[in-house]
Protein backbone atom coordinates (compact mmCIF):
# COMPACT_ATOMS: atom_id res chain seq x y z
CA UNK A 1 0.00 0.00 0.00
CA UNK A 2 2.91 2.45 1.05
CA UNK A 3 4.66 1.86 -2.41
CA UNK A 4 1.48 2.30 -4.42
CA UNK A 5 1.22 5.73 -2.74
CA UNK A 6 4.84 6.48 -3.69
CA UNK A 7 3.86 5.44 -7.29
CA UNK A 8 1.03 7.99 -7.40
CA UNK A 9 2.58 10.99 -5.58
CA UNK A 10 5.47 10.41 -8.36
CA UNK A 11 3.26 10.26 -11.43
CA UNK A 12 1.02 13.45 -9.87
CA UNK A 13 4.85 15.24 -9.53
CA UNK A 14 6.03 14.45 -12.74
CA UNK A 15 2.39 15.56 -14.69
CA UNK A 16 2.06 18.71 -12.12
CA UNK A 17 5.73 19.97 -13.27
CA UNK A 18 4.55 18.80 -17.33
CA UNK A 19 0.99 20.48 -17.32
CA UNK A 20 2.49 24.00 -17.15
CA UNK A 21 4.68 23.78 -19.92
CA UNK A 22 2.54 21.62 -21.75
CA UNK A 23 -0.14 24.75 -21.48
CA UNK A 24 2.89 27.14 -22.37
CA UNK A 25 2.51 25.22 -25.74
CA UNK A 26 -0.70 25.38 -26.36
CA UNK A 27 -0.95 29.03 -25.84
CA UNK A 28 1.80 30.02 -28.72
CA UNK A 29 0.32 27.57 -30.29
CA UNK A 30 -3.19 29.00 -30.17
CA UNK A 31 -1.69 32.58 -31.02
CA UNK A 32 0.07 31.94 -33.88
CA UNK A 33 -1.90 33.40 -36.90
CA UNK A 34 -1.49 34.91 -39.93
CA UNK A 35 0.18 38.54 -41.06
CA UNK A 36 -1.85 41.67 -40.45
CA UNK A 37 -0.93 44.35 -42.95
CA UNK A 38 -0.87 48.06 -42.09
CA UNK A 39 -3.97 49.44 -43.18
CA UNK A 40 -7.12 47.89 -44.86
CA UNK A 41 -10.06 49.53 -46.80
CA UNK A 42 -13.43 49.10 -48.57
CA UNK A 43 -14.92 51.72 -50.71
CA UNK A 44 -17.75 51.82 -52.82
CA UNK A 45 -21.31 53.12 -53.77
CA UNK A 46 -22.23 52.68 -50.01
CA UNK A 47 -19.63 55.05 -48.71
CA UNK A 48 -16.03 53.91 -47.29
CA UNK A 49 -14.31 51.58 -44.20
CA UNK A 50 -11.77 52.09 -43.34
CA UNK A 51 -8.81 50.12 -40.55
CA UNK A 52 -5.35 51.53 -40.02
CA UNK A 53 -3.49 49.13 -37.84
CA UNK A 54 -0.84 50.66 -35.95
CA UNK A 55 0.14 47.72 -33.35
CA UNK A 56 0.10 44.10 -35.78
CA UNK A 57 1.34 41.94 -32.34
CA UNK A 58 -1.23 41.35 -29.68
CA UNK A 59 -2.55 43.07 -28.48
CA UNK A 60 -3.39 43.99 -31.63
CA UNK A 61 -4.15 48.46 -31.97
CA UNK A 62 -5.35 50.78 -34.42
CA UNK A 63 -8.30 53.40 -35.76
CA UNK A 64 -11.30 51.98 -37.38
CA UNK A 65 -13.85 54.19 -39.17
CA UNK A 66 -17.01 53.87 -40.95
CA UNK A 67 -18.00 56.38 -43.05
CA UNK A 68 -21.26 55.17 -44.69
CA UNK A 69 -23.88 56.50 -47.01
CA UNK A 70 -26.94 58.07 -45.24
CA UNK A 71 -25.57 57.11 -41.72
CA UNK A 72 -23.60 59.21 -39.05
CA UNK A 73 -19.76 58.87 -39.71
CA UNK A 74 -18.17 56.52 -36.57
CA UNK A 75 -14.40 56.93 -35.76
CA UNK A 76 -12.19 55.18 -32.84
CA UNK A 77 -10.03 52.77 -31.65
CA UNK A 78 -9.70 49.01 -32.28
CA UNK A 79 -8.24 47.00 -29.31
CA UNK A 80 -7.96 43.24 -29.38
CA UNK A 81 -6.46 39.68 -30.35
CA UNK A 82 -5.35 37.60 -33.31
CA UNK A 83 -5.98 33.74 -32.59
CA UNK A 84 -5.78 32.22 -35.90
CA UNK A 85 -8.04 33.55 -37.94
CA UNK A 86 -10.09 35.59 -35.86
CA UNK A 87 -9.26 38.75 -34.75
CA UNK A 88 -11.33 39.41 -31.87
CA UNK A 89 -11.15 43.05 -29.95
CA UNK A 90 -13.66 46.11 -28.74
CA UNK A 91 -14.37 49.41 -31.29
CA UNK A 92 -14.36 52.31 -28.68
CA UNK A 93 -16.04 55.39 -31.22
CA UNK A 94 -17.83 58.41 -31.66
CA UNK A 95 -21.25 59.24 -33.02
CA UNK A 96 -22.78 62.20 -32.36
CA UNK A 97 -20.16 63.31 -29.50
CA UNK A 98 -21.38 60.22 -27.77
CA UNK A 99 -18.84 57.11 -27.10
CA UNK A 100 -19.89 53.62 -27.41
CA UNK A 101 -18.04 50.31 -28.10
CA UNK A 102 -19.15 47.20 -29.22
CA UNK A 103 -17.67 44.04 -29.76
CA UNK A 104 -16.07 43.42 -33.29
CA UNK A 105 -15.15 40.56 -35.31
CA UNK A 106 -12.97 39.86 -38.44
CA UNK A 107 -12.12 36.72 -39.92
CA UNK A 108 -8.77 37.27 -41.80
CA UNK A 109 -8.65 35.01 -45.12
CA UNK A 110 -6.72 35.50 -48.15
CA UNK A 111 -5.08 38.89 -46.59
CA UNK A 112 -8.75 40.30 -46.04
CA UNK A 113 -10.45 40.72 -43.40
CA UNK A 114 -14.02 39.60 -43.29
CA UNK A 115 -16.32 41.59 -40.59
CA UNK A 116 -18.60 39.03 -38.82
CA UNK A 117 -22.25 39.43 -37.92
CA UNK A 118 -24.39 37.99 -35.47
CA UNK A 119 -27.15 38.59 -32.87
CA UNK A 120 -26.14 41.33 -30.09
CA UNK A 121 -27.13 42.19 -26.89
CA UNK A 122 -26.72 46.25 -26.06
CA UNK A 123 -26.04 47.01 -22.57
CA UNK A 124 -26.19 50.80 -21.78
CA UNK A 125 -23.56 52.20 -24.49
CA UNK A 126 -21.78 48.83 -25.02
CA UNK A 127 -22.81 46.22 -27.57
CA UNK A 128 -21.41 42.45 -27.50
CA UNK A 129 -22.68 39.36 -29.76
CA UNK A 130 -24.74 37.02 -27.76
CA UNK A 131 -23.23 33.26 -29.61
CA UNK A 132 -19.60 35.01 -30.98
CA UNK A 133 -18.67 31.50 -32.04
CA UNK A 134 -21.91 30.98 -34.34
CA UNK A 135 -21.39 34.34 -36.37
CA UNK A 136 -21.71 34.72 -40.06
CA UNK A 137 -18.98 35.98 -42.05
CA UNK A 138 -20.82 36.75 -45.67
CA UNK A 139 -18.87 39.28 -47.08
CA UNK A 140 -20.48 42.00 -47.13
CA UNK A 141 -17.87 43.93 -45.49
CA UNK A 142 -14.37 42.62 -46.89
CA UNK A 143 -11.64 45.00 -46.37
CA UNK A 144 -8.92 44.25 -48.72
CA UNK A 145 -5.00 45.94 -47.83
CA UNK A 146 -3.99 49.35 -49.18
CA UNK A 147 -1.36 51.80 -49.61
CA UNK A 148 -0.96 53.55 -45.81
CA UNK A 149 -0.03 56.92 -47.74
CA UNK A 150 -2.75 56.84 -49.91
CA UNK A 151 -4.91 56.00 -47.03
CA UNK A 152 -3.67 59.05 -45.26
CA UNK A 153 -4.14 61.49 -48.18
CA UNK A 154 -8.02 60.41 -48.22
CA UNK A 155 -8.10 62.22 -44.90
CA UNK A 156 -10.37 59.36 -43.50
CA UNK A 157 -8.39 58.20 -40.89
CA UNK A 158 -7.39 61.50 -39.54
CA UNK A 159 -9.85 62.39 -36.87
CA UNK A 160 -11.91 65.16 -37.00
CA UNK A 161 -10.53 66.20 -40.93
CA UNK A 162 -12.17 65.93 -43.94
CA UNK A 163 -10.49 65.92 -47.40
CA UNK A 164 -11.29 68.87 -49.41
CA UNK A 165 -12.32 69.07 -52.94
CA UNK A 166 -11.33 72.56 -53.30
CA UNK A 167 -8.13 72.30 -51.84
CA UNK A 168 -6.96 68.82 -51.61
CA UNK A 169 -6.11 69.47 -48.07
CA UNK A 170 -7.44 67.50 -44.88
CA UNK A 171 -9.32 70.16 -43.02
CA UNK A 172 -10.53 70.31 -39.79
CA UNK A 173 -14.41 71.72 -40.33
CA UNK A 174 -14.89 73.51 -36.66
CA UNK A 175 -11.95 75.65 -37.77
CA UNK A 176 -13.19 77.20 -40.67
CA UNK A 177 -15.39 80.73 -40.25
CA UNK A 178 -18.94 79.91 -41.63
CA UNK A 179 -20.65 77.94 -39.31
CA UNK A 180 -24.43 77.25 -40.20
CA UNK A 181 -26.47 75.33 -37.40
CA UNK A 182 -29.34 73.14 -38.37
CA UNK A 183 -33.03 74.83 -38.56
CA UNK A 184 -36.52 73.60 -38.34
CA UNK A 185 -39.63 75.89 -39.37
CA UNK A 186 -36.89 78.47 -39.76
CA UNK A 187 -35.51 78.19 -35.83
CA UNK A 188 -32.18 77.10 -34.41
CA UNK A 189 -32.58 73.40 -33.61
CA UNK A 190 -30.23 70.75 -32.32
CA UNK A 191 -27.93 68.74 -34.57
CA UNK A 192 -24.62 68.84 -36.20
CA UNK A 193 -23.46 72.03 -37.75
CA UNK A 194 -22.29 72.31 -41.75
CA UNK A 195 -19.57 74.54 -42.41
CA UNK A 196 -18.68 76.65 -46.20
CA UNK A 197 -15.57 76.87 -47.37
CA UNK A 198 -15.35 79.41 -50.63
CA UNK A 199 -12.56 79.45 -53.01
CA UNK A 200 -10.41 82.46 -54.19
CA UNK A 201 -12.83 84.43 -56.42
CA UNK A 202 -16.02 82.67 -54.55
CA UNK A 203 -17.41 80.87 -57.41
CA UNK A 204 -17.32 77.72 -55.95
CA UNK A 205 -18.53 76.85 -52.40
CA UNK A 206 -18.05 73.51 -50.15
CA UNK A 207 -20.32 72.36 -47.49
CA UNK A 208 -18.46 70.04 -45.10
CA UNK A 209 -21.36 67.63 -43.52
CA UNK A 210 -20.13 67.15 -39.97
CA UNK A 211 -22.18 64.34 -39.23
CA UNK A 212 -21.03 61.90 -42.24
CA UNK A 213 -17.71 63.50 -43.12
CA UNK A 214 -18.65 64.51 -45.99
CA UNK A 215 -18.16 67.59 -48.45
CA UNK A 216 -20.42 68.34 -51.45
CA UNK A 217 -19.24 71.39 -53.46
CA UNK A 218 -21.79 73.77 -55.44
CA UNK A 219 -21.35 76.89 -58.02
CA UNK A 220 -22.26 79.79 -58.01
CA UNK A 221 -25.39 81.26 -60.29
CA UNK A 222 -26.55 83.79 -62.30
CA UNK A 223 -28.46 85.01 -59.66
CA UNK A 224 -25.76 85.12 -56.98
CA UNK A 225 -26.12 81.95 -55.19
CA UNK A 226 -24.62 78.53 -54.99
CA UNK A 227 -26.44 75.80 -56.45
CA UNK A 228 -25.79 71.93 -57.07
CA UNK A 229 -28.06 68.91 -57.23
CA UNK A 230 -29.87 69.16 -54.00
CA UNK A 231 -28.63 72.10 -52.12
CA UNK A 232 -28.86 76.38 -52.42
CA UNK A 233 -26.75 78.76 -50.41
CA UNK A 234 -28.26 81.59 -50.32
CA UNK A 235 -26.36 85.28 -48.93
CA UNK A 236 -29.47 86.32 -46.46
CA UNK A 237 -28.33 87.64 -43.27
CA UNK A 238 -25.53 85.75 -43.10
CA UNK A 239 -26.37 82.16 -45.24
CA UNK A 240 -29.43 80.07 -45.63
CA UNK A 241 -28.68 76.44 -46.74
CA UNK A 242 -31.35 75.05 -48.28
CA UNK A 243 -32.40 71.76 -49.55
CA UNK A 244 -34.67 70.86 -51.98
CA UNK A 245 -36.02 74.46 -51.55
CA UNK A 246 -36.54 74.08 -47.64
CA UNK A 247 -34.17 75.93 -45.39
CA UNK A 248 -32.16 73.33 -43.41
CA UNK A 249 -28.93 75.18 -42.06
CA UNK A 250 -28.49 78.64 -41.14
CA UNK A 251 -25.48 81.34 -39.93
Known amino acids: ?28 EDLKSQALASCYKMEGNAGIIAFQIEHAANPITGKLIYSLSGKDRNQGSFSGLLIGDKLTGTYTFHSEGIESTRESIFLLKDGMLIEGFG ?5 GNAAKFKVPESLTFDGSITLTTTDCELLAASCIVDFGRIKSSLTGDCIEPSKLEIKLNPLKDGATTQGSPVYILFNEDKSQAEIFFVSTMTTEVIKKTNEGNWAGSDYK ?3 WKGYVLQRNGIAVFGG
Open 1 to 28: MKKQLIFFSILLFFYSCKSPKEESIETK
Open 119 to 123: EIETK
Open 233 to 235: LIS
